[in-house]
């Protein structure tokens, strides 16, 4: 323990000149992060292939609808086993709070937009480049290989922001698994507890990527059977399903009287009166804390009384 002591003062010491690589300074933060936001670029970006490469992959690949479509299902079954959310929230969690929390979460929404973004104007340019070289499917795995040369480039932020929190961790004494909690949903925060953090953000990452797996082939199924009409009804079925989950979410915590729809200064109230209320009464504390008497030693007390009061009498 002493040498991780002196091991943490010493890195201070050396970066004390330094405010930029500061474990304790506040701009360290907002360098990791610039790489937090970064972390799922290449995944975002290679999730968009299909989409930027829709007319021809079925005219190379010769596919139906049904079966481009199942491509998005690709990515979503392995994400539901091991997602890369739930790192860069536990990041997340682990170096920002309160309203910076909010803010961060927003920005890294955004750039996962940026990279759609960016792929969907730059994969057909890199395709019709490779024109005059090669063509057919060939010319399709080339441009996808490329494209997933972005998650090199996440691989690099990963690294990079695994050499930061080690820093950040030493810097504040933090080592604590319960910090490794995801938050993609601030709300969860407030229904589950501390300690099962972890497992609830995991289970919906899970659920929500099992979700993307099973609507792709769904939606391919009714695109090739029914056509675009009946796709946007089974989008709208969908929405009505997310819609009535929200409307049980607000009554079931409006009748439980939970903190979910609370202003910040009437949740910290209801935490602080929910604290007294759990704190043990007084008198079971006394009963804890006093000693036992033996029954041997009661009856040898109660025989010195009697003599007592009977030399009392006697005199």
Excluded at 17 to 36: E, Q
Aim: net charge neutral.
């Amino acid at each position: 323990m002493a040498d991780l002591r002196e091991e943490n003062a010493s890195l201070v010491d050396q970066n004390s000149n330094n405010k930029i690589l500061d474990p304790r300074g506040r701009y360290l933060r907002w360098i990791a992060m610039i790489f937090m936001c970064f972390l799922p670029f290449g995944a975002y970006y290679c999730d968009d292939n299909p989409a930027g490469l829709q007319d021809v992959m079925k005219e190379d690949l010769k596919i139906s609808s049904s079966t481009f479509t199942s491509f998005y299902s690709w990515y979503s079954w392995p994400n539901v086993i091991e997602s890369l959310s739930s790192a860069q929230s536990a990041y997340t969690v682990s170096w920002f709070f309160g309203k910076q929390l909010n803010f961060v979460f927003g920005l890294q929404l955004s750039f996962s937009r940026v990279a759609s973004l960016i792929n969907l104007n730059t994969i057909r340019p890199i395709y019709d480049s490779l024109d005059s070289h090669i063509s057919g499917p060939r010319r399709i795995g080339v441009t996808l290989l490329i494209a997933a040369s972005t998650c090199i480039f996440s691989l690099g932020c990963a690294l990079i922001l695994w050499w930061l929190d080690n820093r950040h961790r030493r810097g504040h004494h933090k080592d604590n698994p319960n910090d490794a909690a995801a938050s993609l949903w601030p709300l969860v925060a407030f229904l589950v507890p501390k300690q099962m953090l972890g497992t609830a953000y995991g289970l919906m990452q899970s659920i929500q990527n099992l979700g993307f797996a099973i609507i792709n082939i769904l939606t391919g199924l009714i695109l090739d059977q029914y056509g675009y009409f009946m796709l946007e009804i089974f989008f709208i079925v969908c929405l009505e399903i997310a819609l009535l989950a929200a409307a049980f979410l607000y009554v079931y915590n409006s009748f439980k009287k939970g903190l979910l729809n609370d202003s910040p200064a009437v949740r910290q109230a209801k935490q602080e009166q929910l604290l007294k209320m759990s704190s043990p009464p007084q008198i079971f504390i006394n009963a804890i804390t006093s000693t036992p008497v033996d029954p041997e030693n009661r009856e040898k007390t109660r025989a010195t009384t009697n003599i007592q009061a009977n030399v009392s009498s006697t005199c």
